[in-house]
């Protein structure tokens, strides 16, 4: 919704359904614009002598009780009949934009009455309303008009509510906020543009709705009266002779049928290619996959090669996660994850870091199933608790896995719909539907997202939303999920848990709805918890306190299980060292290094884990002198270089490193590094042939080729 491409609409209307209807509509649309202009006098020409007749060769669906032409009536009537309903949807979304955005606009108190309202009148049908306000407006086409409008003025009025509230709790429009920008300017610049296309989907199938209704309301002589006609109108007419004359009748009916039909399917379609689109929290803006075979196979090569880093993913019986091989591709040949690897143990808390672009989140987020078309995720094993999250597919024929891995298939799934249906491939993992999949993960695996407002529905209390994923998935019954949501709360240290579970998102500091998110994300004490950058939009305050929270809740310490495993994603690699036991480094979508936190300062060997390191400023860090930084900027995922692709910006980057990238390779104490030239990194010694290093960076990178200074901070480290 909110940040759509321009063109994603249009786009969302090709669908086989989008194309169907949207002819229909056009026709049906070019259809009242015309027909009154070429059959008017056809219609309303009376014949004495053919009065009442059935269908002929000359009146092909009969005549009426004038004499006059029911198929050309049927036709001239089709302008009203449409132009009415759209004229009432035009009137439902005006109100219900005021009534929707009144709220905002007027403050606190007169927006509760607003929103109160709103609720009641939603509460009743809208047809009946529709009878309500035709007798307050009285009989005619005028009084049907305002009738059906402000009928449906009080579900759009609660869909804008809605729409708003989601979009209002955004960081954008906080920043907005803090800028100074009026609430009417708030509201017409920031939030209706990203709830636009919804209420076009849906005034589109209120159109339809809305034609049914004048039908009806002409039907019962409250609509449009004679001279004029519109298709309810005719309806009524020809009813009074359906036993002699059916024509008469079903014809008006079914020109209503497929004109409300039109309407509703063109915006079912709309619906469902916009709805395919959106999403998650924190998620990655999904579009068309274009991969085709041939692309396939030509990056298979390059896929063997990536993969042939032993790396930490070979699984083992007590490991949470196993992920060997998980790559994740984008169309136009963008990959940001080249192949990772990794085990993550029970009771083990695992950080991965880099810098913004690495492919951090996008890992954690194709762990965790959230990736969607266009993102093509595949993984030669993606497992938790043993099972095949995946699903596999048939082997796309490559066995040219690394010595000793044996035969390597492939798993590759681009759609969560797909989930499970395809073969099993994964030695030893079984198969599990989308329904189980889903259960599954929802039992064994948590999540954190960087910022909660966006994670968190913000028109759902909190203590609902947390109560609904142990309803969901640990089969309690409502007070037994309320209890445990409220006693989750207690568990982050919240404070009064019973108040705040009644709260709304919004009315909880930052720290607290972090807090409330991770309880959410505890609710069934999962085995795994995937923390991105949970403590980013934290002061540093609260950061500790959130970091202790999620660092005792792995650990045990809080009085659970204690063998929860942690994924914890930060750019930050002091944060990581505090919290977890083992780091990797990702750089340019692969891991560069991957050693325990424990000494990481003294043992980190390769450029960029040390220049991470570097880059962090302590107390002893010389004021005089410019902060060190890592000179240049991350490759671009959609154009990677052949070689190292840390070699533009690394100080000991030579020719080889240009050529060819290094493999991770694993030490003897089990730390895996992929550099052609870690002694020399040790050493501080930088390369004697000059790359391609940004010149305009030239003083920083001097930091990077010093060893680690011997600041307190690493001292501490190491
Ligand atoms: N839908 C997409 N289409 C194309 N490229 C994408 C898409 N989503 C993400 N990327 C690219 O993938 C790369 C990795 O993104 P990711 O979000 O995983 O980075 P990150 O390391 O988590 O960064 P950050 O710390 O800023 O969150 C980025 O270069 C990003 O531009």
Known sequence: MAGRRPGTFRKAARTPLGIASGILLALIL???????????????????????????????????????????????????????????????????????????????????????A?????????????????VIFGVGARGALLAIGFALAPSFARLVRTLSASVAGLDYIAAARIAGVSRFRLLTRHVLPNIGETLIVNATIAAGDALLSFAGLS??????????????????????????????????????VVAGLAFNLFGEALAVGLGSGTGLPNTVR???????????????????????????GTGSADSVLSVSGLRVEFPGGVRP???????????????????SGSGKSLTALAVARLLESPAHVTATRLELLGRDLLGAEAPLGEQAGPAGRGLRWRASCCYPRHWGRRAAGVPGASRMSDRELRRFLGVH???????????????????????????????????????????????????????????FPHELSGGMRQRAMIGMAVMGEPALVIADEPTTALDVTVQRQVLRLLKSIQAGTDGSRGDMGLLFISHDIT???????????????????????????????????????????????????????????????????????????CPFADAT??????????????????????????????????????????????????????????????
């Open 30 to 116: 070019l259809l009242a614009i015309i027909a009154p202009a070429l059959w008017t006098s056809q219609a309303n020409a009376i014949d004495v002598l053919n009065m009442q007749q059935g269908p002929s060769a000359k009146h092909l669906l009969g005549t009426n009780l004038l004499g006059q032409d029911i198929l050309y009536r049927i036709l001239v009537a089709a302008r009203l009949s449409i132009g009415l309903a759209l004229a009432a949807t035009a009137i439902g979304v005006a109100c219900g934009l005021v009534l929707g955005t009144a709220p905002v606009i007027v403050g606190h108190r007169a927006g509760r009455v607003i929103t109160a």
């Open 118 to 134: 709103v609720n009641v009148a939603v509460a009743f049908p809208a047809l009946l309303l529709a009878l309500f306000f035709a």
């Open 219 to 256: 039907f019962l002589g409250l609509g449009v009266q004679a001279p004029s006609y519109d298709w309810g109108q005719l309806l009524s007419d020809g009813l009074q002779g359906i036993y002699t004359r059916p024509a008469a009748a079903l014809a008006p009916g079914v020109a209503v």
């Open 286 to 312: 999904l579009g068309r996959l274009r991969s085709a075979l041939a692309e396939r196979s030509a990056k298979a090569a390059a896929a063997a090669a990536e993969d042939q880093h032993p790396s930490s």
């Open 337 to 355: 994850v080249r192949g990772v690897s990794f085990t993550l143990g029970r009771g083990e808390a695992l950080g991965v870091v880099g810098e």
């Open 445 to 503: 695996a948590g999540l954190v997202f960087q910022d909660p407002m966006t994670s968190f529905n913000p028109v759902k209390r909190v203590g609902i939303q947390l109560a609904e994923v142990a309803a969901e998935h640990h089969g309690l019954t409502r007070p037994q999920a309320a209890a445990r949501a409220v006693e989750r709360l207690r568990a982050v240290r919240i404070a009064y848990p019973e108040r705040r579970a009644r709260q």
């Open 575 to 649: 944060v990581v060292g505090q919290v977890c036991d083992r780091v990797l480094v990702m750089y340019a979508g692969r891991i560069v290094e991957s050693l325990p936190t424990d000494g990481l300062a003294a043992h980190a060997r390769h450029p960029y884990t040390r220049a991470l390191l570097a880059a962090v400023p302590s107390m002893e860090t010389p004021r005089e002198l410019p902060l060190a930084v890592i000179p240049g900027r991350p490759a671009d995922p959609a154009n990677l270089p052949a070689g190292c692709a840390f070699a533009a910006r």
């Open 657 to 718: 490193c240009e050529q060819s990238d290094p493999p991770l390779v694993a030490d003897e104490a089990g730390r895996e590094v992929a550099c052609w030239h870690t002694d020399r990194v040790l050493a501080g010694v930088p390369a004697t042939v000059t790359t391609t290093v940004d010149p305009a960076s030239a003083a920083p990178t001097a930091a990077l080729s010093a060893p680690l200074a011997d600041t307190a901070a690493n001292r501490e480290q190491a």
